[in-house]
């Protein structure tokens, strides 16, 4: 148990920078998870916290004790590797207990703590096959235990479940949550699935180009996203954004927008992006609509109805009831839950 | 094709029978093809394997009848030719320099595989390049070189001829099995708290075994054939088995049935460690695939 600290950490690759300078803490205890695109440098600062890449610039402090330049494995962190890393030539028990063995625990020391962690993931019958004779999500499960097995004080994921197929994710991502909270061991995970992002994580950090976009509670970067990158990346179907301009306190954009904001406060600008999620707007009359337009595509999924009008040069889609039913190229319109209006300056993305 | 008739064969078309009938002939031929084959590389084999029985006056002799002897072995053994003192020399030579070879190629293939320096590929091309100097080349400069500090016809110096020439290829071969292997692995060893040098140990080696397995065979065929700078730089005391070959010729005529002897002892090692290690290095193929 301990906590990270990033102070200032950067990573270039010859001239490309991998991770610009950046800091952040990292709780003890807590669910830390890297939310980004590909090649937006989250494995890339995981991996200078493992130690297995030294940074360019900055410190790694682990407990307040800079562990910058140490080895990994001088540094107690664990690691899920996406691709499972577990080593051919072993049995599975062999995997679990490599870390107690290199360590120097005696045999039978070892044997009672493989079968412990066995239990707790559910492979006490595997444990004399070797990992080619285990499916997919028993391979995870392998890497799992032999992360746990010696209780590090900071565990690390990388993408664990992407080669894992969509039901057993599910699964596995409630096991992971799981014994995460029963350990109470800090963890970091790096994931571009944005559905394990928010399920599993106390926090997030959204990275893109190397650069952190926002650090904050799921709800946080839900309900508040600190700029477009955030606002895009974040739902799915994905935020509508409308560009328009503000002018004593209600946004206008062609096409039929009118949506007077609850705090008439903001400044009046010409370039400004409303955001609004699919499920904050209701569908409702064209007459006096704050959105309205011409029917695009309507959607039914099972559980609701998701809308999609044409608004001047926009598409703003909304979810409704899933009993709704439109004709073709009927006139429809949305209201807007003015609690959950985002608002961002069209230039910077910035969110005002 | 299925027939429309349920239940009743359809019967074959002409192409069909065609068909069969030509694959049929394929396959004939294939076995004939591969047979004449076998017998044109293993029919010389055998003829040794009989001449070292033969009595000298079988030997020149086309009979394929023959009452076998040991005498070419008791003779072979004896002071004339020294068997024992050979293959000793051979054996002294060849698992010297594997002791030597294997270990610090698998070293140097990691270190070529894993890491970056100045330079980057420029090293182990150069070393590959040391081979393209013709061994005629050096074969005098070396003689002086051993002559001079002492090594000549020694096993030392046999050793480090046959480093020079096994150690590139060697680390070349491993090094092509190591870039293959995903860093996942060894990364997580480091993870589990092992040092650079005990996931090399623990992981990386065990699971390269395979490659460092094919690098053995191939240093050992070559060093074990070695024959030119044996040749040259070995007199009395380390000559070893391929040279030694030359000892039957005498300038009372070549002796046939003591060089199918000799011929015998350099080929019946290889075959048998073949075999041995073949099995072993399918073990290591299958245990080495994870995904």
């Known amino acids: 148990m301990a906590s990270v600290e990033l102070d200032g950490i950067g990573k270039k690759f010859g001239d490309v920078v991998g991770v610009a300078t950046q800091s952040m803490t990292i709780h003890d205890g807590e669910f830390m998870v890297f939310l980004g695109p590909s090649g937006c440098g989250?494995?890339?600062t995981m991996r200078m916290i493992a130690g297995l890449?030294?940074?360019s610039e900055g410190r790694v402090l682990v407990d307040g004790e800079d562990v910058t330049y140490d080895a990994p494995k001088d540094?107690?962190?664990?690691?899920?590797?996406q691709n499972y890393g577990l080593y051919p030539h072993m049995s599975v028990g062999e995997n679990i207990g490599y870390p107690l063995k290199v360590r120097g625990l005696s045999k039978a020391d070892r044997k009672a703590q493989i079968q412990d962690v066995a239990e707790r993931v559910e492979l006490t019958q595997l444990l004399d096959r070797r990992p080619s004779a285990l499916?997919?999500?028993q391979r995870q499960r392998v890497a799992l235990a032999r992360a746990i097995v010696r209780r590090p004080k900071v565990f690390l994921m990388d993408e664990p479940l992407s080669n894992l197929d969509a039901q057993l994710r599910v699964s596995m991502r409630a096991e992971i949550k799981h014994l995460q909270q029963e350990m109470g061991i800090t963890t970091v995970y790096v994931t571009h699935d944005q559905i394990e992002a928010l399920t599993l994580a106390d926090r997030i950090v959204i990275m893109q180009k190397g650069v952190i976009q926002q650090l904050g509670t799921p709800e946080e970067i839900y309900n508040t996203p600190a700029n477009l990158f955030v606002a895009n990346f974040i739902g799915s179907p994905s935020m509508n954004l409308i560009n328009g301009s503000l002018e004593n306190g209600i946004f206008t954009a062609p096409g039929g927008v009118h949506v007077p904001l609850k705090d008439s406060s903001q400044k009046n600008?010409?370039?400004?992006?409303?955001?609004?999620?699919p499920e904050d707007m209701s569908v409702c009359d064209a007459v006096g609509a704050m959105i309205s337009g011409v029917l695009y595509n309507s959607e039914m999924t099972g559980d609701a109805v998701f809308a999609t009008i044409d608004v001047g040069e926009a598409r703003v889609c909304a979810r409704g009831d899933r009993h709704l039913r439109f004709q073709k190229a009927q006139k429809v319109g949305f209201d807007l839950?003015?609690?959950?209006?985002?608002?961002?300056?069209?230039?910077s993305g910035a969110r005002l | 094709m299925t027939s429309l008739s349920s239940g009743v064969a359809p019967m074959p078309t002409k192409a069909q029978i065609r068909r069969q009938r030509n694959r049929k002939t394929m396959s004939v031929l294939r076995i004939v093809g591969i047979l004449l084959i076998t017998a044109l590389w293993l029919l010389p084999v055998l003829w040794i394997c009989a001449?070292?029985?033969k009595s000298p006056g079988d030997v020149i002799s086309l009979d394929i009848f023959f009452t076998p002897t040991l005498d070419n072995f008791a003779k072979a053994v004896g002071p004339n030719y020294q068997l024992g003192g050979r293959i000793w020399n051979s054996i002294i030579v060849t698992v010297g320099t594997l002791l030597v070879a294997i270990p610090s190629s698998t070293a140097a293939a990691y270190a070529f595989s894993r890491f970056r320096y100045p330079g980057g590929i420029v090293w182990p091309i150069g070393l590959l390049a040391t081979q393209f100097v013709p061994a005629v080349m050096i074969i005098i400069p070396l003689f002086i070189l051993f002559r001079s500090i002492g090594l000549l016809d020694t096993p030392i110096a046999l050793i480090a001829v046959n480093l020079s020439v096994v150690v590139p290829y060697a680390i070349w071969m491993i090094k092509g099995f190591m870039d293959a292997l995903p860093m996942d692995m060894e990364e997580a060893a480091m993870m589990d708290g092992a040092s650079r040098f005990r996931a090399l140990i623990d992981v990386v080696i065990p699971v390269a075994m395979p490659g460092i397995i094919t690098a053995t065979i191939f240093c050992f065929v070559v060093t074990w054939n070695e024959f030119f700078y044996a040749l040259i730089l070995t007199s009395n005391d380390s000559v070893t088995l391929p040279v030694s070959l030359m000892s039957a010729r005498t300038?009372?005529?070549?002796?046939?049935?003591?060089m199918a002897v000799i011929g015998l002892t350099i080929m019946v090692p290889m075959m048998l460690i073949s075999r041995v290690v073949q099995r072993h290095f399918l073990k290591g193929l299958t245990a080495g695939a994870v995904k």
């Open chain 1, 75 to 81: 540094r107690d962190i664990a690691m899920v590797f």
């Open chain 1, 42 to 44: 989250k494995t890339t």
């Open chain 1, 337 to 347: 839950d003015l609690d959950y209006v985002h608002l961002f300056d069209g230039k």
């Open chain 1, 135 to 137: 499916s997919g999500g």
């Open chain 1, 269 to 277: 600008r010409a370039n400004v992006v409303l955001g609004i999620r």
């Open chain 2, 51 to 53: 001449t070292a029985f």
């Open chain 2, 251 to 258: 300038d009372k005529g070549d002796e046939w049935e003591i």
């Open chain 1, 53 to 55: 890449l030294e940074p």
